[in-house]
């Protein structure tokens, strides 16, 4: 089983619509998830941290659910330059492995007009 | 905010030659580095954790003698590809954290990780 495991895509939504992405991990321990965003070519840019609570940034909402070891990422009034690649990332417990992160491997979003 | 710089951006090289990949944190000091790689159409996949004055740490299947890892000050890691072959294209990617401000209270802005703009080899 993978570590970090997403939602396969591709998502292709017209702008305006909302959309969902979903993320479960394996390691329990795990103390921090994100989600990043990658364009094409380019380096991943951290979106948003997700915390227990749930959180929202603009058109973002994140949530986190520990026991069910699952994340999602809701993105309300697409646009098209939501266009790209969303990682969950997840980042592992302390010790060593803090400051680890383990990527899924990306759903593509493609907003259309 | 923090600024991880990566050169060379695009680097072609020939098959057997060696290829150093340079991380820079322009701005902070960094203990830790990581270093990822990313194929096509894959997500990043850790390679190994440099650390500023002692060995990195590699993941599971990567080797060692393959990938040179060497973090001399708290700025500067270099990721060498050595004799590379064609299946060593890919993007390379590395992030850095950010060892934090000295403050009366502690540390501020400690344990951010930044990335730089990635790095992509191709080898004919």
């Known amino acids: 089983r993978k570590e970090v495991e997403q939602d396969p895509g591709p998502f292709n939504v017209p702008e305006g619509a909302t959309v969902a992405f979903n993320c479960t991990y394996s390691n329990s321990a795990s103390q921090s998830f994100f989600w990043y965003r990658q364009d094409c070519r380019k380096e991943p840019k951290l979106l948003m941290s997700?915390?227990?609570s749930g959180n929202e940034d603009g058109r973002f909402t994140a949530q986190l659910n520990r026991a069910s070891q699952y994340i999602s990422l809701l993105i309300r009034d697409s646009k098209l330059s939501d266009s790209a690649t969303y990682l969950c990332v997840v980042r592992g417990a302390g010790g060593t492995s803090y400051g680890k992160l383990t990527f899924g491997q990306g759903t593509i979003l493609t907003v259309h007009p | 905010g923090a600024v991880v710089s990566q050169h060379p951006s695009w680097v072609i090289c020939k098959s057997g030659t060696s290829v150093k990949i340079e991380c820079r944190s322009l701005?902070?000091?960094?203990?830790?580095m990581f270093w990822y790689r990313q194929f096509p159409k894959q997500s990043l996949m850790l390679m190994a954790t440099s650390n500023e004055g002692s060995k990195a740490t590699y993941e599971q299947g990567v080797e060692k003698d393959k990938f040179l890892i060497n973090h001399a000050s708290l700025t500067l890691s270099t990721l060498t590809v050595t004799s590379a072959h064609p299946e060593d294209s890919s993007f390379y990617i590395c992030s850095a954290r950010d060892q934090g401000t000295k403050t009366g209270a502690g540390r501020s802005g400690a344990n951010v990780l930044t990335f730089g703009a990635g790095s992509r080899l191709t080898v004919l």
């Open positions: 997700v915390y227990s």
């Open positions: 701005d902070f000091q960094a203990t830790t």
